[in-house]
């Protein structure tokens, strides 16, 4: 294709702030409408002449100056994202939709398009997922010059809207504030917002980085130590997944790993005539609990070594078999050992975080066997200080800020998301991020044509590691336990209900004020829920009629499914 050299490249630049990075003066990204006009972030809007896919590339990487600075030293900077409305779609030749019967992630053009075949004839190539829904257009490095732009298609469903709820709506100036307040404060996006969260670890955490060479003196790549490395780790066979190959090939029938989240009901037997005099249920909710439980967390960093009989060490992250069996709670609780709260019937695999919870209750425990890991480090600390920054400030943009009493609270979040729909969406973003970035750590086989016993393209990343995801997921379920059991001591109060990080209290009043524990100088007692903005602590979830949670369980339903009035869905980390 012949050279082309882009005049006015900038049209407006109003608002605009000191770039961080001269390299990429414009921001991370920009949204393309069908009539050249591209929008980016602080009301920057560009004239982008291109009228071929090819030619858009072209111009991104010379002309557009987007891009984003790496977020560690030993990482690497961010591929400039270009955004298609469905009308900037159609004008470079693409369907307006992209229709199929396979799941929506895997839809993509087909090889003969004449799209696919402008982006091959000019010498650009396609990853392995094709021209899909966000798609990645490079050239193979050249030296340290990196050519690489990351596309995505609104039409295409790239914003999902369970993660960006209103966006793909909006007109491209909000979109592009959207999409740069979400780059700015956590990553560019390159995918869903569960691949954001798994590329934010390893953008955090880079696995190598330059070391000299003592006997030529040359620099090469080295292991990042904290890192996960660039190899892939099997997992120990009962942490993996049933079709796994460490499963299939070595014939392993020994159990799994089952650390998930809750999905438990009080027996309405174990209701109290009290409880079912009093007229509300109320519904908390622990702000992005699974990143709060990701804070200063040990895990593994590398290959499990199997051990017999080991004596248990709560400092070291692993796999364990011990019968928890024995060990008698009150029934009114959910036992924490068990994703739907029920008493353990005899040996079983558990992670670390709650094999130490049963100690701390003041059980003996004596592991059978262990899976356990040498080398370990906080992995998914930086990980957590990004997102808990991001998700903390955006709350601030929308009004609700660390110096709000516990009534200002309530009532900042019953409205923030009629404050500014747009940081609302970003808000959103940020949460599907920590849990689907979490999910995405045992990220399962997909497609009709996979047979069990294969490997499948996940395996292939170093970040496949389910043990990691399981230490998060037992470290959250313990901490909601731990609060519940406080909330039983200060309170007297049980639980009707826990699903994931949403606990249900019968209640004499529609706020939790009311039944939450406060000492005499109006203060939240610790160790039991408090509310608050910070991952970890509580807000409201909703409100229903006492009559209304005892009707849903005496069917087996679950009222914190139910409580905001809808159908919640369960943060399993999937």
């Not at 557009?64 to 779609?89: C, F, M, Q, Y």
């Amino acid at each position: 294709m012949p050279s082309r050299t882009w005049p006015n490249a900038v049209v407006s630049l109003r608002a605009a702030q000191s770039p961080t990075d001269s390299r990429f003066p414009n921001g991370p990204l920009a949204v393309l409408d069908g009539h050249g006009s591209a929008y980016g972030v602080d009301d920057l809007v560009m004239h982008c002449p291109a009228i071929t896919i090819p030619e858009l590339v072209e111009w991104t990487l010379t002309e557009s100056g987007l891009g984003a600075a790496r977020l560690h030293r030993n990482g690497k900077d961010a591929d400039p994202l270009i955004v298609l409305t469905a009308e900037a779609a159609v004008k470079f030749g693409l369907p307006e939709h992209l229709e199929g019967h396979e799941q929506r992630r895997s839809l993509r053009l087909p090889e003969d398009h004449p799209v696919v075949k402008q982006v091959a004839k000019a010498r650009w190539q396609l990853t392995q997922r094709g021209f899909g829904p966000w798609a990645r257009v490079y050239r193979k490095a050249q030296g340290r010059d990196r050519q690489c732009v990351q596309l995505a298609i609104l039409s295409w469903d790239a914003l999902d809207e369970r993660s960006w709820p209103g966006v793909a709506d909006m007109d491209p100036a909000d979109i592009a504030r959207v999409l740069g307040t979400y780059a700015t404060r956590v990553t560019t996006p390159r995918g869903s917002t569960a691949v954001s969260g798994l590329e934010l670890m390893t953008a955090l955490r880079p696995p190598t980085r330059a070391v000299r060479e003592a006997a030529t003196g040359a620099w090469v790549s080295g292991h990042n130590a904290g890192s996960l490395g660039t190899d892939p780790v099997d997992p120990a066979p009962p942490e993996a997944t049933p079709e796994h190959p460490v499963v299939v090939e070595t014939g392993w029938t020994g159990g799994f790993l089952n650390e998930e989240a809750y999905q438990w009901v009080r027996p309405v037997d174990a209701l109290t005539g009290q409880e079912c005099t009093l007229p509300f249920a109320v519904g908390l909710d622990l702000n992005t609990a699974f990143l709060a439980a990701a804070s200063r967390l040990t895990v593994g960093l590398s290959a499990p070594d199997h051990f017999h009989a080991p004596a248990f060490n709560p400092k070291i992250p692993g796999t364990w078999l011990v019968d928890l069996s024995r060990i008698e709670l009150d029934p009114r609780l959910p036992s924490p050992f068990t994703p739907d709260g029920t008493r353990p019937t005899g040996p079983a695999w558990y992670q670390t975080n709650t094999v130490a919870y049963a100690q701390e209750l003041g059980y003996d425990v004596h592991p059978v066997e262990a899976y356990l890991r040498r080398e370990t480090g906080a992995y998914l600390d930086p990980w957590h200080d990004r997102l808990k920054n991001a998700y903390v400030d955006t709350l601030a943009d929308l009004g609700v800020t660390r110096d709000l009493d516990d009534d200002a609270f309530l009532a900042a979040m019953e409205t923030y998301k009629q404050t500014d729909p747009a940081m609302a969406a970003v808000l959103s973003a940020i949460k599907a991020t920590v849990k689907g970035g979490i999910g995405k750590l045992r990220e399962r086989p997909q497609g009709r044509q996979y047979k069990t016993g294969e490997r499948w393209p996940a395996l292939e990343r170093p970040t496949w590691r389910p043990d990691i995801r399981a230490a998060v997921i037992s470290k959250a379920r313990v901490n909601m336990h731990r609060k519940i059991t406080n909330m039983a001591k200060m309170t007297g109060l049980y639980p009707l209900a826990v699903l994931s990080d949403c606990v249900v209290y019968a209640s004499p009043g529609e706020s939790p004020i009311g039944f939450l524990p406060y000492d005499e100088a109006g203060k939240p007692r610790p160790g039991g829920f408090r509310l608050g903005l910070a991952p970890g602590l509580a807000k409201l979830e909703g409100v229903q009629s006492m009559s209304w949670a005892v009707d849903l369980m005496e069917k087996g339903l679950n009222p914190a499914r139910h409580i905001k009035g809808g159908d919640a869905v369960l943060d399993a980390g999937e």
